[in-house]
């Protein structure tokens, strides 16, 4: 089946960009998200690319997508002590609605 | 964005009773909502989808007995845990779905289950 894959942990500095690596194997995958969870709390979108880009910037948020790879990034620039949370990355192949969410990856701010 | 209002946020029951979680879409229609559940520390796992006025499909390996799916009106679906047991305990999220060339899906706060 539809598998999505992350790494589980990643720790940066203030101010230092992270990068959050996702790997899916749906070759029908048309849209990918990124999602934020703080703790407790339910998920917020952060933002999506469409399979056909490979590229897509939203303020201090990159998105980079090898679909050859099959391979997705999210690359936070300036990274904030808010900014500590999990990180959701989800396909869905546009013909359900239906998400597939990797294991999610605990970023870390530290002051 | 939308928002998505689930409802409660908490809940201790004892086990053998059963828990109803509702979620709805405050500021728009949503044709599909979806019910996932979260153990700690892992990602969201799939239960069910359920579109207005027909019946939940579930996953594999979730018991539609147990978990109740209904999705009356385009802003409310609910989730209904029966004969709730301690294994039972978990984080469940719901989504709601808008229609149109993006699947955006805007989650509640989710529901903090604790059977005891």
């Known amino acids: 089946g539809e598998d999505v894959e992350q790494s589980l942990f990643l720790s940066v500095r203030e101010g230092d960009s992270s990068v959050i690596n996702c790997t899916y194997t749906d070759s029908s995958s048309t849209y990918l998200y990124w999602y934020k969870q703080e703790p407790g709390a339910g998920l917020q979108l952060l933002t999506y690319i469409f399979s056909n880009m490979d590229m897509k910037q939203d303020q201090r948020l990159t998105v980079l997508l090898n679909k050859k790879d099959k391979h997705l990034s999210l690359r936070i620039a300036d990274t904030q002590t808010g900014d500590s949370a999990i990180y959701f990355c989800?396909?869905?192949?546009?013909?359900?609605?239906?998400?597939?969410f990797g294991s999610g990856t605990r970023l870390l701010v530290r002051p | 964005g939308a928002v998505v209002s689930q409802h409660p946020s908490r809940v201790i029951c004892k086990s053998g009773t059963s828990v109803k979680i509702e979620c709805r879409s405050l500021?728009?229609?949503?044709?599909?909502m979806f019910w996932y559940r979260q153990f700690p520390k892992q990602s969201l796992m799939l239960m069910a989808t359920?579109?207005?006025?027909?019946?939940?499909?579930?996953e594999q390996g979730v018991e539609k007995d147990k978990f109740l799916i209904n999705h009356a009106s385009l802003t409310l679906s609910t989730l209904t845990v029966t004969s709730a047991h301690p294994e039972d305990s978990s984080f469940y999220i719901c989504?709601?779905?808008?229609?149109?060339?993006?699947?955006?899906?805007?989650f509640g706060q989710g529901t903090r289950l604790t059977v005891v």
């Open positions: 989504s709601a779905a808008t229609q149109g060339e993006v699947t955006e899906a805007f």
């Open positions: 989800a396909d869905s192949d546009g013909s359900s609605y239906k998400l597939i």
């Open positions: 359920s579109n207005e006025g027909s019946k939940a499909t579930y």
């Open positions: 500021d728009f229609q949503a044709t599909t």
